[in-house]
Nanobody
Framework: QVQLVESGGGLVQPGGSLRLSCVAS????????MGWFRQAPGKERELVAH?????????ADSVKGRFTILISRDNAKNTVYLQMDNLKPEDTGVYYC????????WGQGTQVTVSS
């Protein structure tokens, strides 16, 4: 059973930065494509960034140029990160990581609030 644990969220002013982390236990990332998803209040969960098995990265237009997804496939670390810069109020939401395609059970997510 894979468990995903996200962390690093918080309250930040517009223009600020946060770095989210996601650790998977019970499995390793191996060659899975991994993604960061965001669920804003009252909206559907959406994919904002993902990294393929070949470590190619893709971003939603709304975050392109501001977010960077990084992954450590080392068995000891097994962590995916989301570096978020120049944050905007519309980035507010709960952020989750998961593999793409055949999803694992969702973790609890980490809350990001961008507000002055």
């Amino acid at each position: 059973q894979v468990q995903l644990v996200e962390s690093g969220g918080g309250l930040v002013q517009p223009g600020g930065s946060l770095r989210l982390s996601c650790v998977a236990s019970g499995s390793i990332f191996g060659l899975y494509a991994m993604g960061w998803f965001r669920q804003a209040p009252g909206k559907e969960r959406e994919l904002v960034a993902h990294v393929t098995s070949r470590d190619t990265t893709y971003y939603a237009d709304s975050v392109k140029g501001r977010f960077t997804i990084l992954i450590s496939r080392d068995n000891a670390k097994n962590t995916v990160y989301l570096q978020m810069d120049n944050l905007k109020p519309e980035d507010t939401g709960v952020y989750y990581c998961n593999r793409l395609g055949n999803l694992w059970a969702w973790g609890q997510g980490t809350q990001v609030t961008v507000s002055s």
